[in-house]
Structure formats: C-alpha cells, structure tokens
C-alpha cells in the first residue's frame, strides 16, 4: 500500500531527525544537557510513542512540537553563551532549521498523499 509507505517514511524521518538532535543534545556540556534534559526526554519518548502506536498522524505530529522545542532550546543555549560566536550560532540554526524543514516537507508530502488516495477512494 502506497500511502502506508509513506506513513513508515516520514515516521523513519522523524526518527532519524529526533535522533540527530538528541545526538547533539548528549554532545552538549553537562549544565546545558541536565537543562535540557526535560526537552531530549520528551523526543526520545515521542519517538518511542510513534514507534509503538495506533494513531501514528498525532504521535508523528507530537514528536516534530517535541523536536522543534529541542532545537530551539539549542539555539537559545548557543546565542546564550558568549564563547559560541556569531558564526557558529547562525551555523546551528541553519543545521536545526533544515531538519526540521525536512521532517515539515515529508508531512505536507504525505497529507496531499493521503487527501488524494482518500479522494480517489470517494470516486471523485
């Protein structure tokens, strides 16, 4: 089934996207790690609630608010410390900014997908 393939694939982009950021997270220095560790807790348990669940559109849909709030976090932890330079924080938001636009565009892909099968489906 085509449209069951494309949930798989942006819920695999989803994973590799949580897991990029969480990987960053574990890099970061302790203070900013145990700070954030509420934000890396809740993706880690938002992709493990997409991987195990019934309702994959809402836990895909939880587990991109839950990255998006990681990476923001970061973001705001670089601009925050004055030994990371301009440059650098303008590298990270891009960094983040592409990932999350990733997992974005798979989202859009995957409900003009879905409207078109359900569409079809109808007979229209």
Same mark, same amino acid.
């Given at each position: 089934? #085509?449209? $069951?393939? @494309? #949930?798989?694939? @942006? /819920? +695999?982009? +989803?994973?590799? #996207? %949580?897991? %990029?950021?969480?990987? @960053?997270?574990?890099? *970061? *220095?302790? %203070? &900013? @790690?145990e700070r954030m560790e509420p934000l890396a807790n809740a993706v880690r348990e938002q992709a493990l609630e997409l991987r195990?669940?019934?309702?994959?559109?809402?836990? $895909?849909?939880? *587990?991109h608010e839950a990255s998006e709030r990681l990476a923001d976090a970061m973001v705001q932890s670089a601009e925050a410390d004055p030994e990371v330079s301009v440059e650098d924080v303008v590298r *990270?938001?891009? &960094?983040?900014? /592409?990932?999350? /636009?990733r997992l974005a565009d798979a989202d859009i892909r995957a409900k003009r997908i879905g409207a078109q099968t359900a569409q079809r489906r109808a007979g229209g």
């Open positions: 089934m #085509v449209c $069951g393939a @494309r #949930v798989r694939d @942006r /819920s +695999g982009l +989803g994973f590799r #996207v %949580a897991r %990029a950021l969480y990987g @960053r997270w574990r890099r *970061l *220095l302790p %203070a &900013d @790690r195990g669940c019934g309702d994959r559109e809402a836990a $895909g849909v939880a *587990l *990270l938001r891009g &960094d983040l900014a /592409s990932e999350l /636009s």
